[in-house]
């Protein structure tokens, strides 16, 4: 099956600084990776998805970007503010919601 | 617009005891629902999926089961509570080939 490493586990930037979390996936055949926002106590929240037929998607300060010869995608912030911090997920997934596989998560403190 | 309640919010129970929580989705008909457990605020499991009324599938042999018994309702349920139950529980639904999360479930087995 599907196995997606996310890295790093931990990420702590100054506040205006960027921010890049990096997942790689094994299955060649996933073609849906979306990026979740998680805050504490509460449940993921979507943020931003792409699908193999983009490389780059942008979202005011969130972009995600796709490489499927190398199989690894990227969440990238920008200008960080202290409400980014939180736990961040990615997914892929071969088809449907049911097939999707997480990676570990990054916790994410941006540093005022 | 789609929206997704999920209760209770937190839940403390004793080892031996059964458990029930509850999810439902308003504004639309006939989701996808989904629960999944997260275990130490990382690793998103899927436990449970639902496509219809009374059709439910489980990913992971466990001492919980669920149900659907309206179109809009899932319900995780256990009968005897583990001390390796206690988590984090969020039910989700998909809308347009997007998974949504509710708010989850902080689950602590004494």
């Known amino acids: 099956g599907e196995n997606v490493e996310q890295h790093p586990s931990t990420l702590s930037v100054q506040e205006g600084d960027s921010a890049v979390i990096k997942c790689t996936y094994s299955?060649?055949?996933?073609?849906?990776f979306p990026w979740y926002k998680q805050e504490l106590g509460k449940g993921p929240q979507l943020i931003i998805d792409?699908?193999?037929?983009?490389g780059e998607k942008k979202d005011q300060r969130i972009a995600v970007t796709l490489n499927k010869t190398a199989k690894h995608f990227s969440l990238h912030i920008t200008e960080t503010q202290p409400e980014d911090s939180a736990v961040y997920f990615c997914?892929?997934?071969?088809?449907?919601?049911?097939?999707?596989?997480f990676g570990s998560g990054t916790q994410l403190t941006v540093l005022p | 617009s789609q929206t997704i309640h999920q209760w209770p919010a937190t839940l403390v129970q004793p080892v031996g005891s059964p458990l029930s929580l509850e999810c439902t989705v308003e504004?639309?008909?006939?989701?996808?629902l989904y629960w999944y457990r997260q275990a130490a605020g990382r690793g998103l499991q899927l436990l449970f999926y639902?496509?219809?009324?009374?059709?439910i599938s489980s990913e992971v042999p466990q001492n919980l089961s669920a149900s659907r018994p309206q179109d809009r309702q899932f319900i995780l349920s256990s009968k005897k509570l583990l001390l390796s139950d206690s988590g984090f529980y969020l039910c989700?639904?998909?809308?347009?080939?997007?998974?949504?999360f509710g708010e989850g479930s902080r689950l602590t087995v004494l």
């Open positions: 504004g639309t008909s006939n989701p996808n």
């Open positions: 997914a892929a997934s071969t088809g449907s919601a049911r097939q999707l596989t």
């Open positions: 989700a639904w998909t809308f347009a080939g997007e998974l949504f």
């Open positions: 792409i699908r193999s037929n983009v």
């Open positions: 639902s496509v219809g009324i009374g059709q």
């Open positions: 299955d060649s055949a996933s073609n849906y």
